[in-house]
């Protein structure tokens, strides 16, 4: 078995594989307050409720954006995991080029949803995660990482939204009845959720222009199920798409007489 844990900015993602697929997947809030310590406890709490020893990882693969975190969460498997995590950084195998002006400026969750898009549907794609930021991002038919764009985030632009303004109140996100809201809530919830349906749709366009006519739209992250219900341009929703990458990056970076043996 294979523990993924991906740090985000907001949230961290967590699966156990076990060969044939996730058996277990969860989201925590990401806290750089909370020590290793903390982490830790949390960790095995998880993987004791699923049933998951420590003895039956063969290995744990963590990719961070979030620096702060990277450290107490590698001390955390250390100490309560018992496995010195693979960490995506910059001289990693990839099964990738990347084609950017600054390689080690990609965040590692950007790179494990390439290696996770070639290895599974192949290129042209366009991989368009919604997180804290809302990232697209560019595979060639090759399956080389070209480059993407970054836009902040529904929860970010809500909050900014509410914060700047003396009289719109804060709202929850989500699909409102119509794209014309008949109050102020169902207002900013229809310019946040179409506006940003819009946004997808004409980043796509503009992407499908550069890679091809082919290109496939794979939508991850929280919400992608929702975005996908709203266009047809997206063709796949996978959630765990960035932990399907950690997988494929630590099976490339396993040494071969272990991977042998593992069969």
């Given at each position: 078995?294979?523990l993924?844990?991906?740090?985000?900015?907001?949230?961290?993602?967590?699966?156990?594989?076990?060969?044939?697929?996730?058996?277990?997947?969860?989201?925590?809030?990401?806290?750089?307050?909370?020590?290793?310590?903390e982490?830790?406890?949390?960790?095995?709490?998880?993987?004791?409720?699923?049933?998951?020893?420590?003895?039956?990882?063969?290995?744990?693969?963590?990719?961070?954006?979030?620096?702060?975190?990277?450290?107490k969460?590698?001390?955390?498997?250390?100490?309560?995991?018992?496995?010195?995590?693979?960490?995506?950084?910059?001289?990693?195998?990839?099964g990738?080029?990347?084609?950017?002006?600054?390689?080690?400026?990609?965040?590692?969750?950007?790179?494990?949803?390439?290696?996770?898009?070639?290895?599974?549907?192949?290129?042209p794609?366009?991989?368009?995660?919604?997180?804290?930021?809302?990232?697209?991002?560019?595979?060639?038919?090759?399956?080389?990482?070209?480059?993407?764009?970054?836009?902040?985030?529904?929860?970010?632009?809500?909050?900014?939204?509410?914060?700047?303004?003396?009289?719109?109140?804060?709202?929850?996100?989500?699909?409102?009845?119509?794209?014309?809201?008949?109050?102020?809530?169902?207002?900013?919830?229809?310019?946040?959720?179409?506006?940003?349906?819009?946004?997808?749709?004409?980043?796509?366009?503009?992407?499908?222009?550069?890679?091809?006519?082919?290109?496939?739209?794979?939508?991850?992250?929280?919400?992608?199920?929702?975005?996908?219900?709203?266009?047809?341009?997206?063709?796949?929703?996978?959630?765990?798409?960035?932990?399907?990458?950690?997988?494929?990056?630590?099976?490339?970076?396993?040494?071969?007489?272990?991977?042998?043996?593992?069969?």
């Open positions: 078995m294979l993924a844990i991906d740090i985000g900015n907001t949230n961290i993602t967590l699966g156990v594989h076990d060969g044939q697929g996730w058996r277990h997947h969860w989201r925590i809030a990401t806290a750089a307050e909370r020590m290793p310590d982490y830790g406890l949390q960790l095995r709490g998880l993987l004791d409720w699923a049933g998951v020893r420590p003895e039956d990882l063969e290995g744990v693969s963590l990719a961070s954006v979030v620096p702060p975190v990277t450290a969460m590698m001390q955390a498997v250390q100490r309560y995991v018992g496995h010195t995590p693979f960490v995506v950084r910059a001289g990693v195998r990839t990738i080029r990347i084609r950017y002006e600054e390689p080690k400026a990609v965040g590692a969750d950007r790179i494990a949803d390439a290696v996770a898009v070639k290895q599974q549907y192949g290129g794609a366009c991989v368009v995660d919604f997180g804290t930021a809302i990232t697209f991002d560019a595979i060639t038919a090759e399956g080389d990482y070209l480059g993407g764009a970054i836009t902040p985030g529904l929860e970010v632009a809500a909050e900014a939204l509410f914060r700047r303004t003396a009289k719109l109140p804060k709202v929850e996100v989500r699909q409102p009845p119509s794209v014309v809201g008949r109050n102020t809530v169902q207002a900013i919830q229809a310019g946040l959720f179409y506006g940003y349906v819009a946004l997808v749709e004409g980043m796509v366009a503009r992407f499908r222009r550069l890679l091809g006519p082919e290109m496939k739209v794979i939508a991850t992250g929280g919400y992608a199920a929702r975005f996908a219900e709203a266009t047809p341009v997206i063709d796949i929703v996978n959630p765990w798409l960035t932990l399907d990458g950690l997988r494929w990056l630590w099976l490339l970076n396993r040494p071969k007489n272990e991977a042998q043996s593992a069969g």
